[in-house]
């Protein structure tokens, strides 16, 4: 098998360790190279057994990533030629990054003077934002 | 249809269990892992699903149909992986001879074509080949049956990593081209997330907790706080495993719902740890599982 025949759109890797659900890591590596620009409309991500040869995965793994990605509208399949991306993920606009950067200094500011330090800060962070999309789902 | 269907299955030698009670339905098309320390009837389980030994007591159904009342429609269905690898002195090419005499299905290409792409060579007696070469000619044996269900005990038990590797993705691409079910019993626990889909962990002859592996995880949480006896956690969850110092209290959880308690912190669990903690737990067995099965399910 050699990768270097094959155009490579997007290659994945698995970190065993993270606690995310492999299908998740592949949902989250292609939403990042969407982001990134890495991967764009019209191109297409490695076929199912590209995936299972190089990682040794679960092909069931695999095919759930890629209906996630279809459920969320970024990719599509074809039936009998692969899945492709059907549009960017773009991230938020630069005026947008500066109004919610300002709102947050001014957050960070009432943090460190209610006597919270970066660590604390940032637990209560990841506590909100889990209780945050648990609201979403319910 | 099931591809494997176990309901109240035992089986007794003499009056040790090697298996009791263990009620099962393994969906088509998944990866299944049986998962659980040596002795607690993950051999004695594979070994019923395939017809080599008779239940004491309950059945065992594969696709719907009884190993033992129906053999040849079963094993010409079931491909299957004993843990001590026969392969003879015979050469590869022999046994290839040998598996299509012997096999209606026979694919002698899909055989070849595997072996040719992991490098074993066909002219060599297979007792001569290491241990990862002998390992996959098992594997292409058993795939060139053509089988729906495949069971494998203890694949890749005796593996060095790269050969335990190769042989994984070479399941996994079997499982690709469609139509298999695999169930496998394993030791290692390290990549299951990785091969696996479904996990049943069987412990002291019992099934302890058997499921999709995603919804397994999500549902385990790991709470800290502040020292307690966890009773009020235990009305909504079932708490697996309770560690605590003087100060603090560790639950490892299957959650109902949410943990409305803001004083426990809660995280999430890698497959791993919760394998780990119901095995360290072996009277948890009472649980309901994920999946439940309802008695009424099973009555004709």
């Given at each position: 098998?050699?990768?270097?025949?094959?155009?490579?759109?997007?290659?994945f890797?698995?970190?065993?360790?993270?606690?995310?659900?492999?299908?998740m890591q592949?949902?989250?590596?292609?939403?990042?190279?969407?982001?990134?620009?890495m991967l764009?409309?019209?191109?297409?991500?490695?076929?199912?057994r590209?995936?299972?040869?190089h990682?040794?995965?679960?092909?069931?793994?695999?095919l759930k990533a890629?209906?996630?990605?279809?459920?969320?509208?970024?990719?599509?399949?074809?039936?009998?030629?692969?899945?492709?991306?059907l549009?960017?993920?773009?991230g938020?606009?630069?005026?947008d990054?500066?109004a919610?950067g300002?709102?947050?200094?001014s957050?960070?500011?009432?943090a460190?003077?209610?006597?919270?330090d970066?660590q604390?800060?940032?637990?209560?962070i990841a506590?909100?934002?889990?209780?945050?999309?648990?609201e979403?789902?319910? | 249809?099931e591809?494997?269907?176990a309901?109240?299955?035992?089986?007794?030698?003499g009056?040790?269990?090697?298996?009791r009670?263990c009620?099962?339905?393994?969906?088509?098309g998944?990866?299944?892992?049986?998962?659980?320390?040596?002795?607690?009837?993950?051999?004695?389980?594979?070994?019923?699903a395939v017809?080599?030994?008779?239940?004491?007591?309950?059945?065992?159904?594969?696709?719907?149909?009884?190993p033992?009342?129906?053999?040849?429609?079963?094993?010409?269905?079931?491909?299957?992986?004993?843990q001590?690898?026969?392969?003879?002195?015979?050469?590869?090419?022999e046994?290839?001879?040998?598996?299509?005499?012997?096999?209606?299905?026979?694919?002698?290409?899909?055989?070849?074509?595997?072996?040719?792409?992991?490098g074993v060579?066909?002219?060599?007696?297979?007792?001569?080949?290491?241990?990862?070469?002998?390992s996959q000619?098992?594997?292409?044996?058993a795939?060139?049956?053509?089988?729906?269900?495949?069971?494998?005990?203890?694949?890749?038990?005796?593996?060095d990593?790269l050969?335990?590797?190769e042989?994984?993705?070479?399941?996994?691409?079997?499982?690709?081209?469609?139509?298999?079910?695999?169930?496998?019993?394993?030791?290692?626990?390290a990549?299951?997330?990785?091969?696996?889909?479904y996990?049943?962990i069987?412990?002291?002859?019992?099934?302890?907790?058997?499921?999709?592996?995603?919804?397994?995880?999500?549902?385990?949480?790991?709470?800290?706080?502040?020292?307690?006896?966890?009773?009020?956690?235990?009305?909504?969850?079932?708490?697996?495993?309770?560690?605590?110092?003087?100060?603090?209290?560790?639950?490892?959880?299957?959650?109902?719902?949410?943990?409305?308690?803001?004083?426990?912190?809660?995280?999430?669990?890698?497959l791993?740890?919760?394998?780990?903690?119901?095995?360290?737990?072996?009277?948890?067995?009472?649980?309901?599982?994920?999946?439940?099965?309802?008695?009424?399910?099973?009555?004709?």
């Open positions: 098998m050699d990768i270097a025949q094959v155009p490579q759109t997007i290659i890797y698995l970190e065993p360790r993270s606690g995310v659900a492999p299908y592949l949902v989250r590596q292609v939403q990042h190279a969407l982001r990134l620009g764009r409309p019209g191109d297409q991500l490695p076929t199912v590209e995936v299972v040869s990682l040794a995965i679960n092909p069931n793994t695999v890629y209906r996630e990605l279809e459920r969320a509208g970024l990719v599509a399949s074809r039936p009998g030629q692969g899945t492709f991306v549009r960017a993920l773009a938020p606009t630069a005026a990054q500066t919610l300002a709102k947050l200094d957050w960070l500011d009432e460190h003077g209610a006597g919270m970066s604390a800060i940032e637990a209560f506590v909100c934002l889990r209780s945050h999309s648990r979403e789902i319910a | 249809m591809a494997l269907r309901r109240r299955l035992s089986k007794r030698y009056d040790t269990w090697a298996l009670d009620t099962l339905n393994i969906p088509p998944r990866v299944a892992a049986l998962v659980g320390p040596n002795g607690a009837g993950k051999t004695t389980l594979l070994h019923l017809g080599l030994i008779a239940p004491t007591a309950g059945d065992v159904e594969v696709f719907g149909w009884s033992r009342r129906q053999p040849t429609v079963v094993l010409a269905r079931v491909g299957f992986l004993a001590d690898r026969p392969l003879y002195r015979f050469t590869v090419e046994m290839l001879a040998l598996g299509r005499r012997l096999n209606p299905r026979w694919d002698d290409a899909l055989a070849r074509r595997r072996l040719s792409a992991v060579p066909l002219h060599r007696r297979t007792d001569k080949l290491s241990g990862g070469q002998q000619v098992a594997l292409a044996l795939l060139a049956k053509r089988p729906e269900l495949l069971l494998l005990d203890e694949p890749a038990a005796s593996l990593p050969a335990r590797r042989f994984m993705e070479g399941l996994m691409e079997a499982v690709a081209e469609g139509g298999l079910t695999v169930v496998f019993s394993s030791h290692v626990l990549d299951l997330e990785r091969v696996c889909d996990l049943v069987l412990s002291a002859a019992h099934v302890q907790l058997a499921g999709d592996t995603d919804e397994m995880v999500a549902r385990h949480k790991l709470l800290t706080g502040p020292r307690c006896d966890g009773e009020s956690v235990g009305k909504v969850h079932s708490v697996v495993q309770a560690l605590h110092t003087d100060r603090q209290t560790t639950l490892l959880v299957r959650t109902n719902g949410h943990i409305y308690d803001p004083s426990w912190t809660v995280s999430d669990v890698l791993e740890d919760v394998v780990l903690a119901y095995l360290r737990a072996p009277g948890v067995h009472a649980l309901p599982e994920p999946q439940v099965v309802s008695d009424s399910e099973w009555i004709p």
